[in-house]
């Protein structure tokens, strides 16, 4: 068993309240409580924190609730693709969700996350837009009577061939 080690913190009375209110909300005591919270944040990676943190300050919002937002933003679409997964027969629960992927590192498997995550999944999401992107403005094409404007020509001769 390892050595333990106190860590104590300085807040205001009110901050100390709202914390083990919460705590037990949560059924947790107090160290359990800020144990869990402190692990989330050192799960984290850096380059993640540091975006999360400019994204709080430029919509001047607090740093949990910035998070949160975006979880719950994914969370309601994704209830919402099951819903209609439902209604087609498909079981959506048998989706593999790309920001769960991992990667062999030696005889073990690790979760794939930080910027390698980020990477990897703007890639895919610029992709895709790209192809619905070149879809439509081929449609659109078709439809004109008139060329398309040249910022438009110049996207799809660009990527008129990835496909």
Do not use: C
Request: glycine fraction near 4%; charged fraction near 40%; charge should be neutral.
């Amino acid at each position: 068993m390892s050595e333990k080690e106190v860590i104590s913190i300085r807040a205001e009375k009110e901050f100390k309240k709202e914390m083990d209110k919460r705590a037990k909300e949560l059924g947790l005591g107090r160290t359990e409580f800020l144990k869990k919270i402190i692990q989330v944040f050192l799960d984290f990676d850096i380059e993640f924190i540091k975006k999360m943190d400019r994204r709080a300050d430029g919509l001047n919002m607090p740093l949990g609730y910035v998070i949160q937002n975006m979880i719950i933003k994914r969370l309601a679409e994704e209830a919402a693709e099951a819903e209609i997964d439902e209604e087609l027969g498909r079981k959506h629960s048998q989706k593999v969700l790309m920001e769960f992927q991992s990667k062999r590192v030696g005889d073990i498997y690790e979760p794939v996350t930080g910027e390698e995550l980020f990477n990897d999944l703007k890639a895919r999401k610029k992709q895709r837009l790209i192809q619905m992107e070149v879809q439509d403005l081929l449609e659109k094409q078709k439809m004109l009577s008139k060329e398309l404007p040249d910022h438009e020509k110049e996207f799809l001769e660009k990527y008129r061939n990835w496909f």
